[in-house]
């Protein structure tokens, strides 16, 4: 029922943007309870005045006296700052949804408050589902919540299993944009540059994210995040390219029958999908029309020079803390290449051997995955400064 108050965690990031225009195009549907940022004060700032949230989190304990001064004359409005008051804000009662929409393991702590206080949980942050899946899953059968997916793929298959809650899916298949470099040979890959790596042909996302689509680790992070969601067997999941970016992902249930969402590549339908849900919301976004896409096509993605797509499914098949360690060396290795620290092929190298020295462990607790963020992070740097 509406108006929902949402609590918007990484408002200033492309998805946040984007779940504020959405927000800001269904007046009288929408309340903003809480705002987050890690480092853009002035952003932050920005929106806080124009939403007139309960509370905002500075994540940069550094930008803490700069938003409080400049919020000084809204006393509605509390500032906070640091990851501990992201998590409490997270939790807090004066909330209906959390839209997790800050990037990487930083989402971790934050859903896990959110879900223990029985918030309804629009999930963006994927890392969360990566790092720690099982429990995550588990959390949200025992407080009953809903957690409702923002990745577009996602959001696609979401949408074709309404109404089929009888009906068990045979397999999933998420499509992927194959990202800028889609042909490439190992050769050129080891060539390409950050601004090549930065350009996506079909989203406008934020950098980390960028870059894990050029290397197809974001489509292994989505396979895992899909074994969550849908509580699949991983060799239920496939994937297959379709540059065209309007086919979101599919469904084959066990007659045989493939159900898919479509729609051009704009993540304003599944925020709002997922905001609005169950309802389906009127809005004014573009239309999709066949004729400005004659031909849409799919192929088979070429693992072999995109090693991290096959690292990703060997992860999830040693399961326990193996994601956990894919998705932390990975961050690592996607800010070691945006400082051009390293190559665009040594993000997998760095992803691999992480892989193979952190220690194992089958069925992971929250601090272990604390721990194991936190070493693999360590033994990454290693390996980047060793490149
Ligand atoms: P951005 O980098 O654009 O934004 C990230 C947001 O998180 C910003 O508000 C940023 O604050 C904040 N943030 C950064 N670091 C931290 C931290 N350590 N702790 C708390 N908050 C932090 O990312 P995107 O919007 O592209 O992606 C967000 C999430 O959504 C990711 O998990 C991504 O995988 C997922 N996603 C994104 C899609 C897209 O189209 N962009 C599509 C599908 C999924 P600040 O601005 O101050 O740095
Ligand atoms: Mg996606």
Known sequence: SFPKRVTLLGSTGSI???????????????????????????????????FRPAAVVIGDEAKYET??????????TEVLAGAAALADVAGRDDADVVLTAMVGYAGLLPTVRAIRAGKTIALA???????????????????????YPVDSEHSAIFQCLVGEEQNPIEKIILTASGGPFRG???????????AQALKHPNWDMGAKITIDSASLMNKGLEVIEAKWLFDLRN??????VHPQSIVHSLVQ?????LKAQLGLPDMKLPIQYALGYPQRLPNTFPRFSFLDYPKLTFEQADTSAFRNLGLAFEAMSRAGNAPCILNAANEIAVAAFLRDEIGFLQMSDVVESSLARVSYLATPTLDDYVQTDYETRRIARELVGQA
């Open 184 to 194: 490439c040979s190992r050769e050129q890959l080891a060539q390409v540059t950050k």
């Open 125 to 147: 942050n994927k890392e969360t589902l990566v790092v720690a899946g099982q429990l995550i899953t588990d959390l949200v059968k025992q407080h009953g919540v809903g957690l």
């Open 235 to 240: 060799d239920q999941i496939e994937v297959i």
């Open 16 to 50: 946040g943007t984007q779940a504020l225009d959405v927000i800001r195009s269904q007046p009288g549907r929408f309340t903003v309870t809480a705002l987050s940022a890690h480092s853009n004060a002035e952003l932050l700032i920005q929106q806080a005045r124009e």
């Open 253 to 257: 249930f066990e007659d045989g029958s």
């Open 67 to 76: 938003v409080k001064a400049a919020l000084a004359s809204q006393p509605e």
